[in-house]
T-cell receptor, first 112, second 113 residues
Framework: GQNIDQPTEMTATEGAIVQINCTYQ??????LFWYQQHAGEAPTFLSY????GLEEKGRFSSFLSRSKGYSYLLLKELQMKDSASYLC?????????????FGAGTRLFVKA | NAGVTQTPKFRVLKTGQSMTLLCAQD?????MYWYRQDPGMGLRLIHY???????AKGEVPDGYNVSRLKKQNFLLGLESAAPSQTSVYFC????????????FGPGTRLLVL
């Protein structure tokens, strides 16, 4: 089966850096996604990793270690608008194709 | 392009009633998914489809049925609604089997009394 773990909540200060960790167990790993979700809205795509290493995209970076079943999302120069839930999701091989399983999400609070 | 749309946006049901949630996408995507999201539970996969005419069970399929008669539509049915099915339902679609992101609909808020 699949299992994805990430912290429930984190708090950080505006302008700082925060790292949100995610560990996963899956039988047919085919990539890891990070999504951002503001309250009352649908998730929106942030990043995708399928190979080991760091992917950087502006203020957001994501890291993957497949051997350790580990990923993190790094947010730099935090802004108040970054207060949201961050969802780690793993793409897994399934019957006839692929399915994506989500973690419970990490709620990030950015304070002034 | 409208992207992914969901109908209705909000619905109140009484226990035992039935309803169908409609998801439509105009991006010619092969894969479509239905999730439910409850507080503290993240997104849980109900059913998914890897192409027109195909469906498969996800993590929490009990109490739901789906159909994908047309490539652009993915229907989620509740035959006999229960209070435990009170949730926010999201539909998503993906072009294919690679690393493409999922595109989500705006969600349907369902309250079962």
């Amino acid at each position: 089966g699949q299992n994805i773990d990430q912290p429930t909540e984190m708090t950080a200060t505006e302008g700082a850096i925060v790292q949100i960790n995610c560990t996963y167990q899956t039988s047919g790993f085919n990539g890891l996604f990070w999504y951002q979700q503001h309250a009352g809205e649908a998730p929106t795509f942030l990043s995708y990793n399928v190979l080991d290493g760091l992917e950087e995209k502006g203020r957001f970076s994501s890291f993957l270690s497949r051997s350790k079943g580990y990923s993190y999302l790094l947010l730099k120069e935090l802004q108040m608008k970054d207060s949201a839930s961050y969802l780690c999701a793993v793409r897994d091989r399934a019957t006839g194709g692929f399915k994506t399983i989500f973690g419970a999400g990490t709620r990030l609070f950015v304070k002034a | 392009n409208a992207g992914v749309t969901q109908t209705p946006k909000f619905r109140v049901l009484k226990t035992g009633q039935s309803m169908t949630l409609l998801c439509a996408q105009d991006m010619n995507h092969e894969y479509m998914y239905w999730y439910r999201q409850d507080p503290g539970m993240g997104l849980r996969l109900i059913h998914y489809s890897v192409g027109e005419g195909t469906t498969a069970k996800g993590e929490v399929p009990d109490g739901y049925n789906v159909s994908r008669l047309k490539k652009q539509n993915f229907l989620l049915g509740l035959e006999s609604a229960a209070p435990s099915q009170t949730s926010v339902y999201f539909c998503a679609s993906v072009r294919g089997g690679g690393g493409e992101t999922q595109y989500f609909g705006p969600g349907t808020r369902l309250l079962v009394l």
